[in-house]
């Protein structure tokens, strides 16, 4: 195979995903490979396994191709500044710089709901809508991705609204559907607290859904009233490594 793809690589809570992209087609160029997250998830740890990943798919990806992570934090010109799901040792970190050191070549770091936003606007269900566009990934957490006309204003971290005196991912995202086992119906008045509330703030033109659970969008999704289509994602587990791709060739 020609080395001609930009990996993309996903960090998550539970594992670290990785793939070559077509970042024309916004597709993978070759099956993913995935391997746990460490229980010590601290930079240098995770350093070591993308180092190892990237070995892997040497056969597959351009010597100097740029390669995007996604972090599930902020990610601030390249530097972690919060770490609300992940090693706290993550904050302050240039994360740039130091991927970009450890593999030799440039690397971008981007948060994670940014990424699957890029994706989803680019060759999912955000393709061709020049309005106001929000992402937001059920997960742990709630990650958010907010675009204007395709283009991404980052890390917007709406999973952290104050709603009623919680912080609004502790109530909604899906680790707390599961965490205090709701029903799909009392997890979704939760989510129509928390989209309400979004949409009062933000007037978006498209809502999208992401995160593992965007895959059972039937049982919820119809529960929801928004003012703005709300429709699931389209990439669903592939739409991080995807942007992350995507973001880093445009950034060179
Ligand atoms: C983090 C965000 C992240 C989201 C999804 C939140 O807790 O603050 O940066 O995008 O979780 O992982």
Do not use: C
């Amino acid at each position: 195979m020609a080395k001609k793809h930009t990996l993309g690589i996903d960090i998550g809570g539970s594992g670290i995903k990785g793939a070559p992209v077509d970042v024309h087609k916004g597709e993978f160029a070759a099956d993913r490979r995935r391997v746990d997250t460490p229980e010590e998830s601290t930079p240098d740890a995770v350093a070591a396994l993308v180092e190892q990943m990237v070995d892997d798919f040497a056969d597959e990806i351009g010597a100097d191709t740029p390669i995007g992570l996604t972090v599930p934090a902020v990610v601030h010109h390249g530097v972690v500044r919060t770490a609300a799901n992940i090693d706290p040792s993550w904050i302050g970190t240039d994360a740039d710089d130091l991927f970009s050191q450890r593999l030799g070549r440039t690397v971008h770091v981007v948060n994670d709901a940014d990424a699957a936003g890029v994706a989803e606007v680019h060759f999912g269900a955000g393709r061709g809508n020049t309005g106001v566009v929000l992402l937001t990934t059920l997960g742990t957490g709630i990650g958010s991705a907010l675009f204007l006309g395709g283009e991404l204003v980052p890390n917007t971290e709406l999973g952290h609204l104050e709603i009623d005196g919680h912080d609004a991912e502790t109530r909604a995202a899906t680790s707390a559907r599961e965490r205090e086992d709701l029903s799909w119906e009392a997890w979704a008045e939760r989510l129509q607290r928390y989209y309400s509330h979004v949409e009062d703030l933000l007037w978006p033109d498209l809502i999208i859904v992401g995160g593992g659970v965007s895959k059972k969008a039937e049982k919820f999704l119809p529960l929801l009233h928004t003012r703005a289509p709300i429709v699931p994602a389209q990439l669903k587990n592939d739409a991080g490594i995807i942007g992350a791709a995507w973001h880093t060739q445009h950034l060179g």
